[in-house]
Structure formats: structure tokens, C-alpha cells
């Protein structure tokens, strides 16, 4: 089993999708570990977009993403950070297939709705900077029904 760090942007908190993020996330087969609504603090924020500080988008977006409340969240399951990236679509909602999450409701890049984990080495940076060490869990009760 593998984790993957998705959060749902300010943008997606304040238009009310998260039950539908979520749902798309638990239709698939993926388990929800852990979750902490929080409004993100710019220290934490500058070091999860650190990729993006030379850019000349990067303080427009640590303020927009200090706006309103995020969900953090681990997501497990088999290949839970390739199956998370098709879920979530292309960066650019315009480019993103419809199906999924960007295409049917992001609106603009700075606006996407949604963060979803590149890589299992970004997954678990994401998720102990956001959600911290504790242990969680890698198997659930009805997995061999999913898989």
C-alpha cells in the first residue's frame, strides 16, 4: 500500500466541493488515513511550494492559499499517488480532461481546486510537514473487497 498527500484549496472549501473531492477519492478505492482542516500559516506554505519560490507568481499564491481553510489529507491504496494525479487532471483546468477533478471544477491554474502529491518521495515530505509523524494506518478492514 502506498500514501499520497491531497489537499483541497481554499477555493474548493468556499464553494462547498469537498464531499464531491472526496467522494471521487473513496469511489476509486482509496482510503482516507487522516484529514486536518487548518488555515494554512505562510511558513508552511513556503516551504511545501519551495519548487516555485523563483517564480514570479509565488507571493500570490502563498496569499491566496492563506485565504481560507484547507483540507490536508492522506489518501492509501495501491498506487495511491498515480491513481490521486489521474483523479486530480492536468494543472491547467483548461487542459484537464473532463472527469476529472480540475476539468470538472477548477476554473483558472492559480485556482485549480486541488494539490495531490507527485511522487511517493513529495508524498511523504507532504505528509509529515502537513499532518506530522504520527502513524497511521496502511491496511484497512475491507481492502480485499477493492483490490
Known sequence: MERTFIMIKPEGIKRRLMSKVIQRFEEKGLYLAASKCVIPKKEVLEQHYSHLSARPFFGEMVEHMMSGMVLAMVWVGKDAVSVGRKLIGETNPREASVG???GDYGMATGKNIIHGSDSVENAEKE????IGDEALPMSFFDEKWVY
Open 127 to 130: 505528509i509529515k510537514l502537513w
Open 100 to 102: 476529472t477533478i480540475r
